[in-house]
């Protein structure tokens, strides 16, 4: 069975500042990555996705991602936070043709 | 328009009420899907839908049931509902068409059983 963890409950990070947020996924065969923002009071948004092909994908709002398979991971990446992007960030694991899993979710804090 | 639409956005109940959750989309898409949230835990399937004629479990479907009345309507029941069912409520969909899994959400309905 496929799986998401998220170590990371609570990030805070400074405005302008960079960011990472990590995730690991547990899959037998190439996975489908996702990662989804909800901001507070909304549903869930389509970040980036990773399919096949190039290893870091580009998303909207200028986040980023990067397929390691060694790793098993599909980390998040911004070079400059900004206090809008204050929200809750998932990462989810699809095996195409079938559902997804989700991480438990990483609240994001953006300080001034 | 939104294309994922979810009514009600907010209810609140009593313990062994039956409650009705409504999903409607305009995106075309064939599969559809409910999930719970609850602080913490992240999205846990509840049910979906790969057609009108498909229905399965997710990972906590217990005390809840579903119907998929067309292509563009599926609605979440709660038989008796009982507190511990308080929750952020999403539907979703996704398009069977090539192998993507993306997931479009709907804005959520706040449901709180007293």
């Known amino acids: 069975a496929q799986s998401v963890t998220q170590p990371d409950i609570h990030i805070t990070v400074s405005e302008g500042a960079s960011l990472e947020l990590r995730c690991n996924y547990s899959y037998g065969a190439t996975p489908y990555l996702f990662w989804y923002v909800q901001s507070p009071g909304q549903g869930l948004q389509l970040l980036l996705k990773y399919f096949s092909g190039d290893t870091l994908v580009q998303g909207i709002k200028g986040f980023e991602a990067e397929f390691k398979r060694s790793q098993s991971s599909f980390n998040l990446r911004k070079p400059s936070v900004h206090w809008s992007d204050a929200a809750e960030y998932f990462c989810?694991?699809?095996?195409?043709?079938?559902?997804?899993?989700f991480g438990k979710g990483t609240m994001l804090l953006v300080s001034p | 328009d939104a294309d994922v639409t979810q009514t009600p956005r907010n209810r609140i109940t009593k313990t062994g009420k039956r409650i009705m959750l409504e999903c409607s989309q305009t995106k075309g898409h064939d599969r559809m899907y409910w999930y719970r949230q609850d602080p913490g835990l992240g999205l846990r399937l509840i049910y979906y839908s790969f057609d009108v004629k498909d229905i399965n479990k997710g990972e906590i479907s217990d005390g809840y049931s579903v119907s998929r009345q067309a292509q563009a309507k599926f609605s979440l029941s709660l038989e008796s509902a009982i507190p511990n069912q308080t929750a952020l409520y999403f539907c979703a969909t996704s398009d069977n068409r090539g192998r993507t899994d993306t997931q479009y959400f709907g804005p959520g309905t706040r449901l709180t059983v007293l």
């Open positions: 989810a694991v699809g095996a195409g043709y079938s559902t997804l899993t």
